[in-house]
């Protein structure tokens, strides 16, 4: 009798210490997977800053190009995370890109922010002329994994923001390596 005793007994711990082991594999990953959403979330909000602040930066040297007068030229280096869809202009009454008065951006999940160029308080009633900068970025695991360790890949672009007539603002842009 004593044997059937000490082995439900044996038997008992087993398997409390079996359900100690799930309980503690459930905890963490609930726990792993709240501190992922966290920094992931964070992450996003700061990209998302980034890509605004550069926005407005840019917004700013168009503006600033188009009330010193013609025969001006200004250089600016700005950075975009790769959170960012596209960088254009567009017409206001036709939509099309290009050349128009409304600098745009389109940030992924946050919808396309326009600026009216012509309008209070900016005033710039030339055509802006700019060539769509179109972000491709490739959406694998690798690039999660990177995004993740902080090494998202950003876009550095060189704008060379000109004004050479009265009726027209000129933007170029190259994309630069990033050290």
Sequence with gaps: MAINIIKNKKGQESVEV??????????GAIIFGSGYTMLAKWIRG???KLA??????LRSSVVNVCALGFQRQEVKRFIFPTIVNNISVQNKSTEETGSGNLLCISIENEGEF???INEDPYNCH?????KTIDFKSEKNLFGVIQKALGKSSAKKFKFTISKENREELDIQWNEEYIE
């Design 52 to 57: 605004q602040e550069n926005y407005s930066l």
């Design 18 to 27: 079996w359900m100690w082991i799930i309980a503690g594999m459930v905890i």
């Design 114 to 116: 326009c600026d009216k």
């Design 46 to 48: 700061n990209e998302v």
């Design 126 to 130: 030339n055509t802006i002329n700019m």
